[in-house]
C-alpha cells in the first residue's frame, strides 16, 4: 500500500491517519456511551492502525523512479479484496435472514440477531459493502485504462476505499446495536452521511481530474456510467438524508421531510439507488469487461450513447411507482408508471448492445466461464428491467406490491445481474493484477458459475411463486363475498419457497466463498504486476 | 480503402486519428475510438428502437391523457376518465360490501340466538368468521382460539363472565381493561405490601388448590379467607360474573405453577383485550362472538 507512496505522501497519510484517530477520540468523548461512541472508537482503531502502518515506513526506500509509467493497481487490489470480504458478510447474513423466515422460532433471544436488525445488514453488506467496493476498485481500473492515464494522485484513492468502508462499518455495527434512521437502503445515522458525502466528494474529484489527463479525445461510455453513477448518487445520498440531530454528541436525528413528502424522497432515493448504484455503474463494468474479456467491439457506439441518456433522464422519474395506491397522488404515480415504461426501452438497448457485441465470439462464451458470467448478466438485466417496467404498472402492481415478487424481482437484478458482472469483472481483473494468464483454478471458477446460476434460478423462480401466490391469496373472495384465506394462512402457504429460497442463497453463497478462495490464491501466486503501461504524459515528482 | 485521401476526412472516419478499421465479423467499420484495446462498431441506430421508443412513448402520451398526470401551478390535469382512487378505493368497498349483503347485514340487526339457529346461515357464515378470526383475534389468542401465555384459551369451556354470545358481543365491543369508557375490568390487584413469607404461603396454598390438596384451616386458608375469597370464593371456585378466574380447575392464563403465582401475587394482573368497537362492524362482532361461542362448545365433551 505505500510501497508507490513518496515520503511527502506518506507524511501527508500519517497526518491524515492520526486525524482520523482525532476526529475518532472527539466523537467517542463526545458520545461518552452506545453507537457513536463505538463508532468513534472503531475510527481511532483505524486510524492508529494506519497511522503505525504508515508511521513504520517513513524510513523504507522511496517509491521505484518509473512508478508513474503505470497504473496505479494497488487500490484496485484492496477493492477487490474488501469486495470480497464484504460478499461473504452480506451473502452469509442474507442466508441467514432467509433461513430465520423459514425458521422464525430459531431467532436466539439476543437482540441483535433479530430479523430486523439482520436484514439492514445484508442490504447494506450487498449494496454499499460488495456493490460499492465492486463499483470503485472497477472504476479506478477502467479509468485508468480507458484513459490511458495513471490516476491523479496516489493518496486520494486509498482515501476514498477505506473512508468509505468505513462507512459501510459504521452502518451495519450501528445496525446491529439498533441504530437506524428507519429510510431503507438509507438506515446510517446522520453522522455516517456525512462522513460518506466527504468520502464521495473526493472519489468525483480524483475521478474528474484523471479523466481531465485522458489520452484519447472521447471519453468512453462506462466512463459516463461511471460518472453518473457517482454524481447522482451524492445528490441523492444529500437530499434523502437530510436531518436534523437531536444533539450533535447523540446518534439519533429527525429527517427534515415528513409524511408523504419524506416517503416521495426516499422512493426517489430508493428507486435511483436501483438505477445509479446498481445500474449504471454496472453497466459501465458491462460496457468495459465484456468487449475486453470478448475481445469484440461494442456493437454500436451510437446505441451505447442513446441508451446512456435514456437510461439517465428516464430514471430519475419512476420512484413513484413504490408507492402506488398509497397516499401520494393519483399524478405522481401516473408519471412514476409512464417513465418506468419509457424506461424499458433504453434498458433493453443496453442490454442488446451487450449481447449483440457476443456476436463473433460465442465460442468463448461457450468455453470461458468468466464472459459466461458477463453474458449471464446481460441477459438478467433485461429479464429485471422488462420485469421492473411490468411491476410499475398500476394494475400489475396491485397485484405484485407488497408481495415477494418484489423482493425475487430485486434479487434477479442483484444476483442475476449485479453480482454476475462483478464476478465476470473480478475474474477478469485478478488474474490480470496477478501477471497471470488465468485464475489458479479456472475449474473453481466453472463451479462458481453454475452454483452461481442455479442459486439465483431457484431464489427467483421460488420467489416469482411464492410472490403470485400470496397476491392471489390476499385478493381471494369466495362466492358469499368473504376472504378466502386470512393473512396467516398466506404465511403458511409461504413454507415452501421460503425453503427454497434459503437455498438458492445458500448456493449462491457458496459460489461466492469458492471465488474468494480463488481470488486469494491466485492473487498469493501472483507473477508480477499488471504488464499494461498508461500513455499519459506524468506529472512531474 | 484509399490512402490519397486525408483519412480524417473518410465518413465514419475518427476526426482526431482518422483510424478507420473494418470489423471482420460483421463487415461494419469503427468509429476509430480506441479506449485501451476496446473500439466500437459504426453501427447503424436500429430502427427496431425507434419504433420501440415511440410505442412506449404513446403509451405514456395516451396515460397522460385519460389519468390525472401533470402537475401545474397548485393543480394538475385530472385526465379525461376523471379517475380519482380515494372515489375508486371507496367505490371497491362498496362492491366487496355489496357481496355480503344478503347475510352479512342479519348479523348487525338480529338476535344471537336466532342467528345461531339458522343452519344454513351459520353455513355460510362460519368459514368468514373463521378467516375473521385468524386476521384480527389469533395473534394473540392463537390460530383455532388455542392460547397462549397471558392470553386466554378460547377453544374450552372455561369462561370469565360468560360464554353467551351476547356476553361475548359485549367484552369484543367494549375490551377488558381496554380503553373505551364502557369497557370491562378483571384485575388482580398487586399484593406487594404483603410479606414476602406469606405471599409464599399463599402461593403453596393456590397451587394445591389446583390439585384439591389445599388445606382451609391453615394460616395460609386464613390469608385466602381473608384477602382473595371476596372475589375467588370461599372455595376458589372463581367468581366469574366479577371477572376472577377459578383456582380450583386445570384452566389458567398465566400459569398456576409456584414462580407464575409468586410473580401475580407481587404485581397483580390487568390483563387487556382491546376494544374492536370502530375497527369492526356490528355485524362482525356479532359473528366473532358467534364464532367463539361455537369454539368454545366445540371443545366440550
Known amino acids: 500500500m505505500t510501497g508507490t507512496l513518496t515520503l511527502r505522501e506518506r507524511q501527508v497519510a500519517l497526518a491524515l491517519a492520526v486525524l482520523l484517530a482525532v476526529l ?6 463526545a458520545a461518552r456511551q452506545g453507537v457513536m461512541a463505538l463508532h468513534g472508537v472503531m475510527a481511532i482503531a483505524l486510524g492508529l492502525g494506519l497511522a503505525f502502518r504508515i508511521g513504520g515506513t517513513l524510513d523504507d526506500p522511496a517509491p521505484p523512479r518509473d512508478r508513474l509509467t503505470r497504473y496505479d493497481d494497488g487500490p484496485t487490489r484492496f477493492g477487490i479484496i474488501m469486495t470480497l470480504i464484504w460478499a461473504i458478510i452480506g451473502m452469509g447474513v442474507g442466508v441467514w435472514v432467509a433461513a430465520l423466515l423459514y425458521w422464525p422460532e430459531a431467532t436466539p433471544l439476543v437482540p441483535w440477531t433479530s430479523f430486523g436488525r439482520l436484514r439492514p445488514v445484508h442490504t447494506t453488506g450487498i449494496i454499499f459493502g460488495f456493490g460499492g467496493n465492486a463499483l470503485i476498485a472497477t472504476s479506478f481500473h477502467v479509468l485508468q485504462r480507458t484513459s490511458r492515464a495513471r490516476l491523479a494522485d496516489s493518496l486520494s ?10 462507512f459501510c462499518a459504521w452502518a451495519v455495527t450501528g445496525y446491529l446495536l439498533g441504530s437506524t434512521q428507519s429510510k431503507e437502503y438509507a438506515e446510517a445515522e446522520w453522522y455516517a452521511d456525512l462522513w460518506l458525502v466527504v468520502i464521495w466528494v473526493l472519489y468525483f474529484v480524483l475521478y474528474i481530474r484523471t479523466l481531465a489527463r485522458r489520452i484519447e479525445p472521447h471519453i468512453y461510455v462506462a466512463n459516463w456510467y461511471y460518472m453518473a453513477f457517482i454524481l447522482v448518487v451524492a445528490m441523492l445520498h444529500i437530499v434523502n438524508n437530510l436531518a436534523m440531530p437531536v444533539r450533535w454528541s447523540a446518534p439519533e436525528s429527525f429527517p427534515i421531510w415528513a409524511g408523504v413528502q419524506d416517503a416521495m424522497v426516499q422512493w426517489w432515493y430508493g428507486h435511483n439507488a436501483v438505477a445509479f448504484f446498481l445500474t449504471a455503474g454496472f453497466l459501465g463494468m ?3 469487461f465484456l468487449p475486453v474479456r470478448s475481445g469484440r467491439p461494442i456493437w454500436s457506439y451510437r446505441l451505447s450513447i442513446v441508451s446512456f441518456w435514456g437510461i439517465v433522464f428516464f430514471y430519475i422519474w419512476v420512484g413513484s411507482h413504490h408507492l402506488h395506491y398509497t397516499a401520494l397522488p393519483f399524478w405522481a404515480q401516473t408519471l412514476g408508471m409512464t417513465f418506468s415504461v419509457m424506461l424499458l426501452v433504453p434498458s433493453w438497448a443496453s442490454a442488446g448492445n451487450a449481447i449483440a457485441t457476443l456476436n463473433g465470439a460465442w465460442h468463448k462464451v461457450r468455453d470461458d466461464a468468466t464472459l459466461r458470467f458477463m453474458f449471464v448478466a446481460a441477459v438478467f438485466y433485461g429479464l429485471s428491467t422488462f420485469e421492473g417496467s411490468f411491476l410499475a404498472i398500476r394494475p400489475v402492481n396491485s397485484l405484485s406490491h407488497y408481495t415477494d415478487w418484489t423482493v425475487g424481482h430485486v434479487h434477479s437484478g442483484t444476483l442475476g445481474w449485479v453480482a454476475m458482472i462483478v464476478f465476470g469483472a473480478i475474474y477478469t481483473l485478478v488474474p490480470q493484477l496477478s ?16 452454483l452461481a446460476v ?19 391469496m390476499w385478493r381471494a373472495y369466495d362466492e358469499n363475498g368473504a376472504l378466502s384465506y386470512s393473512f396467516l394462512e398466506s404465511v403458511q402457504a409461504m413454507a415452501p419457497y421460503y425453503l427454497l429460497r434459503t437455498i438458492g442463497g445458500a448456493l449462491f453463497l457458496t459460489g461466492a466463498v469458492i471465488c474468494a478462495w480463488n481470488c486469494r490464491a491466485t492473487m498469493r501466486a501472483a507473477q508480477g504486476e499488471a504488464t499494461d503501461r498508461p500513455l499519459a504524459v506524468q506529472p512531474a515528482e | 480503402m484509399p490512402e490519397t485521401t486525408d483519412p480524417k476526412q473518410l465518413p465514419g472516419a475518427d476526426p482526431h486519428t482518422g483510424n ?3 470489423d471482420p465479423v460483421s463487415g461494419y467499420d469503427t468509429t476509430g475510438h480506441d479506449w485501451g484495446g476496446i473500439t466500437e462498431l ?11 421508443l415511440v410505442l412506449s412513448f404513446g403509451y405514456s402520451v395516451i396515460a397522460w391523457i385519460l389519468l390525472p398526470a401533470w ?3 397548485g393543480d394538475y390535469t385530472r385526465g379525461l376518465l376523471k379517475r380519482d382512487q380515494q372515489v375508486q378505493a371507496a367505490e371497491g368497498f362498496r362492491d366487496l360490501e355489496a357481496g355480503r349483503q344478503d347475510w352479512m347485514t342479519r348479523f348487525a340487526s338480529e338476535d344471537p340466538a336466532e342467528l345461531q339457529a339458522d343452519a344454513a346461515l351459520m353455513q355460510t357464515a362460519l368459514p368468514a368468521a373463521r378467516r375473521l378470526f385468524d386476521d384480527n383475534c389469533a395473534a394473540c389468542h392463537g390460530a383455532g382460539g388455542t392460547g397462549g401465555p397471558g392470553f386466554p384459551v378460547l377453544a374450552d369451556e372455561t369462561w370469565l363472565w360468560s360464554s353467551a354470545p351476547e356476553t361475548l358481543v359485549e367484552i369484543l365491543r367494549y375490551g377488558i381493561n381496554s380503553d373505551h369508557p364502557d369497557t370491562f375490568y378483571g384485575e388482580m390487584p398487586a399484593f406487594d405490601w404483603m410479606e414476602r413469607s406469606e405471599r409464599a404461603a399463599l402461593s403453596t396454598f393456590v397451587v394445591a388448590l389446583q390439585d384439591g390438596s389445599a388445606d382451609f384451616d391453615s394460616d395460609a386458608g386464613a390469608l385466602f379467607t381473608e384477602n382473595c375469597a371476596s372475589c375467588h370464593g370461599d372455595d376458589g371456585a372463581g367468581g366469574l360474573e366479577v371477572g376472577a378466574p377459578a383456582l380450583t380447575d386445570a384452566a389458567v392464563i398465566y400459569g398456576q405453577d409456584h414462580a407464575t403465582v409468586m410473580e401475580t401475587l407481587r404485581h397483580g394482573r390487568a390483563g387487556v383485550m382491546p376494544s374492536w368497537e370502530g375497527r369492526l362492524s356490528d355485524a362482525e362482532i356479532t359473528l366473532l362472538a358467534l364464532y367463539v361461542a361455537q369454539l368454545s362448545e366445540a371443545a366440550q365433551p
Open chain 1, 435 to 450: 501477471g497471470r494468464e488465468h485464475m489458479v483454478s479456472p475449474r473453481a471458477v466453472e463451479w462458481h458459475f453454475w
Open chain 2, 20 to 22: 478507420r478499421l473494418i
Open chain 1, 157 to 166: 484513492p486509498w482515501i476514498v476505499l477505506l473512508g468509505f468502508n468505513l
Open chain 1, 454 to 472: 442455479t442459486g439465483t434460478l431457484v431464489y427467483v423462480v421460488a420467489l416469482w411463486n411464492a410472490g403470485i401466490t400470496q397476491g392471489l
Open chain 2, 71 to 73: 402537475p401545474y401551478g
Open chain 1, 286 to 288: 458491462l460496457y468495459y
Open chain 1, 24 to 29: 475518532g477520540l472527539v466523537m467517542a468523548g
Open chain 2, 42 to 52: 459504426n453501427t447503424a441506430f436500429p430502427k427496431i428502437v425507434i419504433w420501440a
